[in-house]
């Protein structure tokens, strides 16, 4: 519900601010707004893109899982949606998800949500992890694997 009413409220309030801006200014300035705004934020959202690639390639060489730059991957395909249509709301979160200061602010707040939402999933009702206790059925034991003899075949 609240998707659908962002939907249709926020079209609405971008096409006054546009309208408002081109009538203090002009609309020529309305329009230069829109372009520009577009144009450097694909900018911005492709050199952003290509660095965020490389620490992924980077990280995922040395077998560290890239949890953060793949959340910042997210926030800047995001952002590049948001800079791409037209209005000035849009093109600011847009433009704060894109600077790499702000969205480290972004990125933790979204890591943390899905945390918690996984834990509820896993953890139905209490949000945390039961304590540890002594399970009959749990084993415990080394895992020792031995290689086959090769010079038999």
Known sequence: MKFLLLMLVLPLVELALLVELGRRTSTLAAVGWVLVSGIVGWWLCKSQG?????????????????????????????????????????????????????????????????QRHVQQVIFPGNHEPPPNQEDDDLLEGTVVLEEEDQASD
Do not use: C, H, W
Not at 55 to 66: D, E, F, M, N, Y
Not at 80 to 98: A, R, Y
């Open 50 to 114: 290509l660095s965020t690639y490389r620490r992924i390639r980077q990280q995922s060489a040395t077998g560290k899982l890239p949890t953060e730059a793949l959340v910042d991957g997210l926030l800047i395909l995001i952002a590049g949606v948001l800079l791409v249509t037209p209005g000035i709301l849009t093109d600011l979160f847009g433009f704060s998800l894109v600077v790499p200061g702000s969205r480290t602010f972004f990125r933790n707040r979204l890591i943390r949500r899905m």
